[in-house]
């Protein structure tokens, strides 16, 4: 039972299943699938396909994660960032408002779900690990910029393209003379409305005597209101004559199952973008699952999440869909509305499949701008460039690093830039594993404590050289502690005795060995010795196993103190 619960994960809180449970997940489905509704249609628009499609990519994906995800509370489905992904990458195969354009998405969802799942069954998900994330902040932050700019031609009612700003703005600026007033005055109402809502909506609640909570919740509907309410006006005086573009015809019903047709050329041009999706998407999503989860001392299993998502964009994919992952705000706004199981995914999923079915007459005349307003209201706070100030004061590397993944982003697009950011993220691991921290230490006197001499006021011997490495020895870094040791030498003449304080060595491999080894060969060739201290178990094995201790030229001592102590007293 215990295997096919780890496999299926929602077996843990079924078996727990109550009626309190069922009544909280309940209420904070409907509140989700409020929110939901616009955001699907809105991020629709921005992946460059029809807005039914933005419905289906929270149905199927909903249900998935329900039975596979090890968070309670993250809601799937589409986002901004892996939408406009998406829409890049589509792009550049199909055009859009074609059946190529739809086939491509939804094969692009699945390559990105087989990906995901590949990586969840070989238990690669530490990998998430290697992408700093002051460079994914800064690649998110670009991507808020462009997603809002390319939803700024729908507000003003002329369009625009391109998957850069110099082509964006290029592409608002020769259309400047054709503005739409209409279509201007409505995204531009709805914008204002949005940006009041989530402050003052919360007080004018409030003061109709509603609790902080409920009004809070209240607030994050707003997006319907303003959905409503264009709606109201755009039936009411025409737009459609009046050249706005609205939303149009949606067909009512559900997706249709079907895998999507595989072909070499497709496959071999969505490939890369559906692996760079779903690293992205995998970051921000159990980035939101760790924080939800931590707040009720819940965990979750990163490899299992791999797999979770994996199936959320398998299904995205059979449902004709495109890349989902899961939201923060969406997922957020479950946990606070009281959600304590994935069964809130799955009222939210019936919720949706209900409008699907029922409501998609009634959005026939919801402006296009109305979902650009959304968009736009909703990438306002991705896009945070404290994080260039953050850096500059605590680490110029990844200051620079994130300067360049943001620039990448902005003039060369969203597939260039997320490359970027992988690249500077790997870049910067290397950089800062080649270079580890070493310091020459002294006994801090009184004590037998030994700290850096450019740090403290420490005791030291002319005669001894005492460095400590704050990192495990391997390929990228020992020649870096060679150089190191040969310097301080060079420097003091009088050395007869190096102590490596191996304290913060945790292991040692082979090519580091041999950079010992040569160390110790050439201090014994000019009449010093090498010596170790505070050498851990694992690392003593491997010594031994080597053979290295039998060469050395020196001794191996349990402390740093009884090593300086002891060499010490051998120089009288």
Not at 412 to 431: D, M, R, T
Request: aromatic residues 8%.
């Amino acid at each position: 039972m215990r295997a096919l619960s780890t496999c299926l994960p929602a077996l843990d809180w079924l078996a727990n299943y109550n009626a309190r449970t069922f009544s909280r997940d309940l209420m904070a489905a409907i509140v989700v699938t409020i929110m939901l509704i616009p955001q699907s249609l809105a991020y629709a628009l921005l992946a460059g396909v029809p807005a039914q499609v933005g419905l289906y990519a929270s149905i199927v994906p909903l249900l998935a994660y329900a039975v596979f995800g090890t968070s309670r509370t993250l809601s799937v489905g589409p986002v901004a960032v892996a939408s406009l992904m998406s829409a890049s990458a589509l792009s550049e195969v199909a055009l859009q408002g074609t059946t190529e354009y739809l086939l491509a998405a939804a094969l692009l969802a699945s390559l990105s779900g087989l990906f995901l799942v590949l990586l969840g069954l070989l238990r690669l998900g530490f990998l998430a690990n290697f992408l700093s994330h002051p460079v994914i902040s800064g690649f998110i932050t670009a991507s808020g910029i462009l997603i809002a700019l390319s939803q700024l031609g729908t507000i003003l009612g002329v369009g625009g393209r391109g998957d850069n700003l110099p082509q964006l703005l290029l592409s608002i600026a020769e259309k400047l003379d054709s503005i739409n007033p209409y279509t201007l005055a409505t995204g531009g109402a709805v914008i204002l409305f949005l940006l009041w809502s989530r402050a003052g909506a919360v007080r004018f609640l409030k003061g109709l005597s509603l609790r902080a909570h409920t009004a809070d919740l209240l607030a994050k509907a707003a997006p319907v209101v303003g959905v409503l309410a264009s709606i109201a006006v755009a039936a009411l005086f025409d737009f459609e004559g009046k050249q706005v573009a609205l939303v149009g015809e949606i067909p009512p019903g559900l997706p249709g199952l079907q895998i999507p047709v595989f072909s070499r050329e497709l496959f071999e041009a969505l490939i890369t973008p559906a692996i760079m999706i779903s690293i992205i998407g995998y970051v921000e999503s159990v980035s939101v699952g760790k924080t939800l989860a931590a707040k009720r001392r819940q965990k979750i299993d990163v490899n299992r999440e791999l797999i979770a998502l994996g199936a959320a964009n398998v299904g995205s994919g059979i449902s004709g869909a495109f890349p989902v992952t899961g939201g923060f705000s969406r997922s957020v706004v479950n946990f606070d509305a009281g959600a304590e199981t994935q069964m809130a995914s799955v009222f939210t999923a019936f919720g949706i499949a209900l409008a699907s079915v029922f409501l998609t007459p009634f959005l026939y005349y919801l402006p296009k701008a109305t979902l650009a307003a959304t968009i736009i209201v909703a990438v306002v706070s991705l896009v945070d460039f404290t994080i260039l100030k953050k850096t500059w004061h605590f680490s110029r590397s990844d200051f620079s690093a994130v300067l360049v993944t943001i620039a990448i982003t902005l003039l060369f697009g969203v597939e260039v830039g997320v490359s970027c950011g992988v690249a500077a993220s790997i870049l910067l691991f290397l950089y800062r594993t080649s270079r580890p921290h070493i310091a020459e230490v002294g006994l801090v006197e009184g004590t037998e404590h030994f700290r850096n001499i450019k740090r403290h006021k420490v005791l030291t011997v002319p005669e001894i050289l005492t460095i400590r490495v704050d990192e495990s020895l391997m390929f990228s870094n020992a020649s870096y502690l060679e150089d190191r040791i040969y310097a301080d030498l060079a420097a003091n003449t009088q050395v007869k005795h190096v102590i490596l304080m191996c304290s913060a060595i945790n292991e040692i491999d082979w090519s580091a060995l041999e950079v010992l080894e040569a160390v110790n060969e050439r201090l014994a060739e000019q009449g010093m010795q090498l010596h170790l201290s505070e050498v851990k178990g694992p690392v003593m094995d491997s010594l031994q196993k080597s053979g290295f201790l039998k060469h050395l030229s020196g001794k191996v001592f349990l402390t740093q103190f009884q090593a300086f102590s002891q060499v010490r007293a051998n120089l009288v």
